[in-house]
């Protein structure tokens, strides 16, 4: 997923979110279909299920780990340098105004 920008992520979250909770509706809503083979699926489906939003809550947990880490990195860096920091942000600044100023 390093690949992915941050709102791709969300999105992607998003939209497993939405298959999951799709998913469980179609399985109650079939549920009172008879027949061994449709128990025996539904129950497979639902093992699935359940991994699934299992897997999907870890990797919420890791991305939110990993960006509050992120985070406490800046603020450390930005501790220890405070000026550096400045400079970076005033050229950040001063390249978008000119960006800007272009169009």
Do not use: C, F
Not at 10 to 24: G, K, T
Not at 47 to 55: G, I, M, Q, V
Not at 61 to 83: I, S
Request: neutral net charge; proline residues 1%.
């Amino acid at each position: 997923m390093s690949s992915l920008n941050q709102s791709q992520k969300d999105r992607l979250m998003s939209d497993l979110h939405a298959v999951v909770a799709e998913a469980e509706s179609l399985l109650r809503a079939t549920a009172g279909s008879a027949g061994e083979g449709a128990s025996e699926l539904r129950a497979k489906v639902q093992d699935s299920l359940d991994r699934a939003k299992r897997n999907l809550h870890d990797l919420q947990d890791a991305a939110v780990e990993k960006a509050k880490a992120a985070g406490r990195a800046t603020d450390h860096y930005v501790h220890e340098n405070p000026w550096q920091s400045i400079g970076v942000a005033a050229g950040v600044g001063l390249l978008l105004g000119m960006l800007i100023a272009r169009r």
